[in-house]
């Protein structure tokens, strides 16, 4: 197998040995579980649908055995890969379960991927099916489905499938089919990225189940909870921190939030009863400010789950005075380490700190730029290994040698100290990726976009300081000729097909980069040589390459369109 194409780098067999050991991994899959929680809660629901529908747990598991007979049916077989884009829907959870109990590989899309990553996802893992809906917020699916059906053999739709084939008319007779084993993959994961290409994220059945059965027992959870599943169901916070499949194994209840507004979220959280959910930095905002005026009773609330991005402090002061319920912080990563502020920490360490890691076997390492551990609350570089996080990318090998130590630790980018008491508290970041609320933008990715349009000569994209999304992203262009509307610049990576939360939300035009030296200057330096600007008195108004030296181009200021993958329509209220 070439090297590119290794699709799992396994645990060596003696951590592998030591997780089970310590009962982390059970020898569980999710298909197996799911018949489990059907034996024992039976017709207790477990999903209930934005229009109040529901679903129970015998009733998923017989959907999910009827879904995987009719995906068999496609010649879906273990180990094939299929895209899944599918908003907050209870097919979302018939069609994972479905391809869990065939041992086939969902890779889990958002719903504000287009065509370009899409695309990408598809010919990278060779999908041989896209499942999506039809129209969602607006936008046909069925045009990326057009664009997939050239690599994949089939398009599946949720609603009116055109010319493709209609999810609702998969589900067959119940077949025996084999499945998978515990430590084989369960599905790819969307890493936020930080180079070209996005990188999928391997996770197996046991080390998935762990993470998420440990979250459950962080979080309290039990059979009355009630989760209110607000962000994406596809991203890892939502899905396993507790998330859903957390609120599953404790035999609680799934409410699904179509939009995180205030106005759809809070009517649900009354309607429903819902104890705990979980949301981005941006999206507390926005609830802490219409929650005081909200008609709703959001009294059932117990839990209210931040994470995705730094959380201010401020603001991390304001949740249970407000929102009348505990903050729980949760800094996490879809590469696996999961940390969480607990119930018994006092205040002061759930608003100031990012939690601690899940497991006793989750091992931590900050370092500095050398790989030298620094003394202990020095900020360094968090490095990781453990029983929930992966060893390696999906078929990235080359990415694989710089993102991982030689010993397996993952190198998260991510900037932090820790606590006398073992808590992690986020300082910066080190990778080439913008946070925008949660939203990850890797910097390449939409320079190589940029770098495509005649009238770019060079571009570095960085994230400034936002009082709200925490960073927006800014495009600094150095223009061939005539400087282009700023309009044109962000028109162009929308036309291109990448999703529109990765436009630029700010270009600006200048006519050189602020470095020094010649020749090819590196894109890494470039970009955090802008960023040492913007931390400059004066902050991000000023031009970066210094006084005379920006051609001012169009002013235009105007954010990128509203649209978020992790907070779909935060931008609308404000
Ligand atoms: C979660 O997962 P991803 O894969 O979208 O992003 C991971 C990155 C982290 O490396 C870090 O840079 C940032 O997002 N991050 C935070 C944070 N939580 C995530 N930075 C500061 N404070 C936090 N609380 O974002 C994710 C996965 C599971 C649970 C929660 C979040």
Redesign the pocket.
């Known amino acids: 197998m070439p090297a590119d194409r290794i699709d799992h780098v396994p645990y060596p067999p003696e951590f592998a040995a030591r997780y089970r050991e310590r009962g982390h991994w059970r020898g569980e899959t999710f298909g197996g579980l799911l018949r489990e929680w059907a034996r024992r809660y039976g017709d207790r629901t477990a999903i209930t649908a934005a229009d109040g529908t529901g679903l129970g747990y015998a009733e998923l598991d017989d959907r999910a055995d009827r879904l995987a007979a009719g995906f068999h049916g496609l010649g879906v077989r273990a180990g094939d890969r299929v895209v899944v884009q599918l908003p907050n829907v209870p097919e979302f959870f018939e069609v994972v379960f479905a391809l869990f109990r065939l041992g086939a590989l969902p890779v889990f899309a958002l719903p504000a991927h287009r065509a370009a990553e899409i695309s990408y996802f598809c010919e990278h893992t060779e999908a041989v099916a896209y499942v999506t809906t039809a129209v969602h917020e607006g936008f046909d699916h069925r045009e990326l489905a057009r664009e997939a059906a050239r690599t994949v053999r089939h398009a599946v739709i949720a609603g009116e499938p055109g010319e493709f084939t209609a999810l609702s008319g998969l589900y067959a007779e119940p077949r025996d089919l084999p499945g998978p084993e515990p430590s084989d993959l369960a599905f790819l994961q969307l890493?936020?990225g930080s180079t070209g290409l996005p990188k999928l994220i391997p996770r197996t059945h046991d080390d998935y189940i762990y993470s998420v059965r440990a979250s459950a027992e962080i979080c309290g959870l039990d059979e009355d909870s009630v989760y209110m599943c607000t962000l994406p169901a596809a991203?890892?916070?939502p899905l396993?921190?507790p998330g859903t499949l957390g609120t599953f194994y404790a035999g609680g209840r799934v409410v699904l939030c179509p939009r995180p507004d205030p106005g759809t979220a809070f009517a649900l959280i009354e309607r429903e009863r819902v104890t705990i959910t979980g949301v981005v930095p941006p999206l507390a905002l926005v609830w802490l400010d219409a929650a005081p005026r909200t008609p709703y009773d959001l009294s059932s609330l117990e839990i209210l789950q931040?994470?995705?991005?730094?959380?201010a402090e401020e603001a991390a002061r304001r949740v249970e005075p407000v929102l009348k319920c505990r903050l729980q912080?949760?800094?996490?990563?879809?590469?696996g380490l999961?940390n969480y502020t607990r119930d018994d920490d006092p205040d002061e360490i759930v608003t100031t700190t990012?939690g601690r890691p899940i497991s006793p076997d989750d091992e931590i390492r900050v370092v500095d730029d050398e790989d030298r551990e620094v003394p202990p609350g020095t900020p360094g570089h968090l490095l990781t290994r453990g029983p929930y996080t992966i060893r390696g990318y999906y078929r990235a090998e080359a990415h694989n040698a710089t993102a991982f130590t030689a010993d397996g630790f993952y190198r998260?980018?991510?900037i932090v100290r820790v606590t006398p008491t073992g808590h992690l508290v986020?300082e910066g970041?080190a990778k080439d990726?913008i946070?925008r609320g949660?939203e990850?933008i890797a910097a390449e990715e939409v320079e190589n976009v940029l770098l495509g349009h005649p009238a770019v000569a060079d571009v570095a994209v960085v994230g400034i300081p936002d009082d709200y999304l925490g960073e927006r992203t800014c495009a600094y262009v150095i223009p061939r000729g005539e400087a282009p509307r700023a309009a044109e610049i962000r028109a162009f990576v929308r036309r291109s097909g990448l999703a529109a939360f990765k436009v630029p939300d700010r270009v600006e035009f200048v006519e050189a980069f602020p470095v020094t030296g010649v020749g090819k200057i590196s894109r890494r330096r470039l970009r955090a040589a802008l960023r040492a600007r913007l931390d400059e008195p004066g902050g991000p108004g000023e031009s970066p390459g210094g006084p005379g030296e920006s051609t001012g181009g169009p002013p235009d200021d105007r954010p990128a369109e509203a649209s978020s993958p992790?907070a779909p329509g935060t931008h609308e209220e404000r």
């Open positions: 890493s936020g991203h890892n916070f396993s921190s931040v994470g995705g991005a730094k959380f912080q949760v800094f996490g990563m879809a590469e999961v990012q998260t980018g991510d986020v970041r990726q946070n949660g990850k992790i």
